[in-house]
């Protein structure tokens, strides 16, 4: 267990709002990463952070925005969220390069109705 | 492009029945092979990173081999604590410092008593 706690774990929204999830973790480890796990696609990542204030775009980036202002703590925004973007959300923390494990959280459900 | 599959999407066994899952792979560099378990309603969890051809690792029932191009992994008299999703994963040599990793779609495992 990698100390990873995402909130909230179920939410419910309606088209057009802003959502923000939350992942925090404990073990100070240096990359976090967002993916979403959707039927037919298995987990495709979406943005990742290799340090604070440090980010990437991964391969599903588009209408995700994310944040991370302190190792710990790393956000995903959906500006405006749309049905397309109903799905369970993972959030991973990696120690660093050589210890190249990612570790998971529990997943978001978000359901945009 | 990066890609992994695969195969099958579901396997039925009985208990001690044993088998093998197969997860193919393209990468131009391996720099990694990872495959996770995943209960319903969970996070992926880690079993084994395999990092070149000829690599293999054991856990209980489980054992993971690598070749160049795939990798199995074989259940051995598996029984209904087994039954889970196992994903597998790579992370190509040009991704080292990021950690970014490619999933492929699961196979999901139902191992009746």
């Known amino acids: 267990d990698a100390g990873i706690t995402q909130s909230p774990r179920h939410k419910v929204t309606e088209t057009g709002t802003p959502v923000t999830l939350r ?5 100070n480890h240096r990359y976090m990463y967002w993916y ?78 | 492009e990066d890609q ?18 197969n997860c193919s792979y393209t990468v131009s560099g391996l720099r990694g092979l990872f495959w996770y378990r995943q209960d319903p309603g969970k996070g992926p969890e880690f079993l084994f990173t395999l990092y070149s051809a000829g690599e293999e690792k054991e856990k209980e029932r489980l054992k993971a081999t690598l070749t160049k191009k795939e990798s199995f ?24 410092n990021t950690g970014k990793l490619i999933f492929g779609q699961g196979t999901t495992l139902q191992v009746k008593p």
């Open chain 1, 23 to 27: 992942c925090h973790q404990t073990e």
């Open chain 1, 36 to 113: 979403r796990q959707d039927p037919g696609h298995g987990l495709r990542l979406i943005h990742y952070s290799y340090g604070v204030k440090d980010t990437d775009k991964g391969e599903v980036s588009d209408g995700y925005s994310v944040s991370r202002s302190k190792t710990e703590d790393f956000l995903l925004t959906l500006e405006s969220a749309t049905s397309s973007q109903t799905s369970v959300y993972f959030c991973a923390t990696q120690p660093g390069v050589a210890k190249n494990i990612q570790y998971f959280g529990a997943g978001t459900r978000l359901s945009v109705l």
């Open chain 2, 4 to 21: 992994v599959t695969q195969s099958p999407e579901a396997l039925r066994l009985q208990e001690g029945e044993s088998s093998s899952l």
């Open chain 2, 73 to 96: 992994l074989h259940i051995t008299a598996p029984k209904p604590e087994d039954s889970a999703t196992y994903l597998c994963a790579v992370q190509d040599s040009s991704s080292s």
